[in-house]
């Protein structure tokens, strides 16, 4: 069974907030009421938190212990911010890497991502607040611990990210099948954000309309994609081979 850090009780979980403790989600019960579960959302609205409100019985099913209606599961990795991250990483390097996940929901492809990520010198992994894969105990031993080596930032929309990448000169490659050009095609020897996007529908149109290049992966087979975590590893060491040669 996964192992979760959680904390449980809005007093606990409200303490834990303002102790900036790295909070993946926070499962708060249907129609609960009082001044201090106003005070928890109003914490959670405040920190960019997410939050889903969920029945009674799932409370139950996710801990014995007294919840009194909220549990919180803990991130086993600190987030970075992401405007001090990206300032940091321009500055110091003239090509640098970056890849950003749009609502990758799969823990066990987060954990080979990043592996990867780490293995290819990927300056910094970027994804969604809401509906990304959380850092679990499952992600971390699917990416063989490179989840604590690689900085990992969480934004409200991958699309402002995209725009505040671009403003840094950062040019920005969707992954997608939905374009003529193989990713063998683009320069990548240069400042790249690569994004890569979830397991059913890719690339969100709003993020394709806005990236710099789009490019695929030719498929010579009769299945028409790829695991996309086979796929995003094609695209990185694409990248190391232009940047070697």
Known sequence: MQKTTQIYGIRAVIEAIQADKPIDKVFIQKGLQGSLSKELETLIRKNGLTASYVPFEKLNRLTQNNHQGVIATISPVAFH???ELVETITTSKKKPLFL????????????????TAECTGVDAIIIQKKGAAPVTADTIKTSAG????????????????????QAHDIKVVAATEKTNDTVYDLNLNQPIAIV???????????????ADHKAKLPLMGEIESLNVSVACGVFLYETIRQRFN
């Open 81 to 83: 911010n992401f405007e």
């Open 196 to 210: 890569m996007g979830s397991e059913d529908i890719g690339i969100s149109p709003s993020i394709l309309k806005v």
């Open 146 to 165: 490179a989840a604590f080596k690689i900085p990992i930032a969480k934004v409200d929309h991958i699309k402002d990210a995209v725009f505040y990448l």
């Open 100 to 115: 950003l996940l749009d609502k990758l929901s799969d823990v066990r492809n987060f954990g080979a991502i990043i592996r």
